[in-house]
């Protein structure tokens, strides 16, 4: 166990908790998903994310030791578990991302930090910082064609890729889990300019917030 | 569109992810204090302006974050190549087509010093 200090960013208290949306929500409204549109957008407010540092190597044997599935070595690589809620992605080649139902984080956290004990690394609880927005519909690959500079063709970006690139004005962790489905992982700063950037030019598609 | 290779992505990446940090290659003085003033300024506030082939700094700054070299023709802005940080170009100055094998033995020297097997 490293001497760092480390603490459940989860409160106990009763503290009123809002999702990084829920100003945006506020202010521009969430239009419903009718039988017309085109696109829905989805968000998965409060998850566990954290920033794993370190060695490819000594990294990968702890993520297997306590979450069952191999890091992705590869660029751009995405992977999940079986049940397909926790993820794992490749930022950079000694950066991944780790995505975890709400909750699981602090304890991800603990059980990593014990296997990779003695190793050169570093963890990071962003679950604060960031949120994820779900794209879904038969238009959610043209509106973000219309947001993003990244080629999202099926034949560039196929299910179990990620990036991270330019959205609009600012940046995104562009990922795509399924067939169907795209997520962006957001920083909780611009959520508010992305959901509105996405309600704006989804409009001709007559996109819907699904809430 | 531009595109620029990344190294570490391994693919090309659209020109506005990255950022040009300047002159790659600058060995910073060994012992500051032992410097003259002017070997100190040279190596603060002294860049090379050639025409032709030139080695620059860039980063990757919306992707992976991650500084890397580029070797560019300062006349036709044509990107010659792309390497990692502590690899050595196989464009250079006197080498204006190309000499891989040469940077290669280069590399391979450089890699042995600091202990690394290639």
Redesign the interface.
């Known amino acids: 166990m490293s001497n760092v200090a480390i603490f459940d960013t989860r409160s106990e208290a009763k503290i009123p908790v809002e999702s990084p949306l829920a100003y945006a929500y506020r202010r521009s409204g969430a239009p419903a998903p009718t039988t017309r549109s085109r696109a829905t957008l989805r968000e998965r407010p409060f998850l566990g994310h954290l920033i794993l540092r370190g060695g490819a190597i000594v990294l990968d044997e702890a993520v297997r030791e306590v979450l069952g599935v191999s890091l992705p070595g ?3 690589g995405l992977v999940h578990d079986a049940e397909g809620e926790r993820s794992l992605q490749w ?3 000694d ?1 991944w991302l780790v995505i975890v139902p709400g909750g699981e984080e602090f304890a991800l956290e603990n059980r990593l930090r014990e296997a990779l004990a003695g190793a050169h690394f570093a963890i990071s609880n962003v679950s604060g910082g960031q949120t994820l927005i779900e794209l879904e519909g038969e238009a959610a690959r043209e509106l973000l064609m219309k947001s993003v ?2 080629d999202v063709h099926p034949g560039h970006f196929p299910v179990g890729k990620g ?4 959205f609009a004005k600012t ?1 995104v962790i562009l990922r795509r889990p399924s067939e169907s489905r795209w997520e962006l992982v957001v920083r909780r700063s611009f959520a508010d300019y992305t959901y509105r950037w996405l309600l704006d030019a989804g409009e001709e598609f007559g996109i819907g917030v699904a809430r | 569109m531009f595109h620029i290779y990344c190294p570490y992505c391994g693919e090309l990446r659209e020109e506005e992810e990255f950022h040009p940090r300047g002159q790659a290659h600058l060995a910073r003085p060994a012992d500051p204090e032992a410097c003259t003033d002017e070997e100190w300024g040279d190596y603060l506030f002294f860049r090379d302006n050639p025409r032709g082939i030139h080695h620059e700094l860039w980063v990757h700054s919306v992707g992976c974050r991650k500084f890397f070299n580029i070797t560019r023709h300062t006349v036709s802005y044509e990107i010659l190549e792309t390497y990692k940080m502590g690899e050595l170009p196989s464009f250079t100055a006197e080498h204006s087509r190309g000499n891989s094998t040469e940077a290669a033995s280069r590399q391979a020297q450089v890699a042995q010093q600091a202990g690394v097997h290639v």
Do not use: G, K, N, R
């Open positions: 590869e660029p751009q930022l950079s080649p950066e500079i990244y990036v991270t690139t330019v940046a």
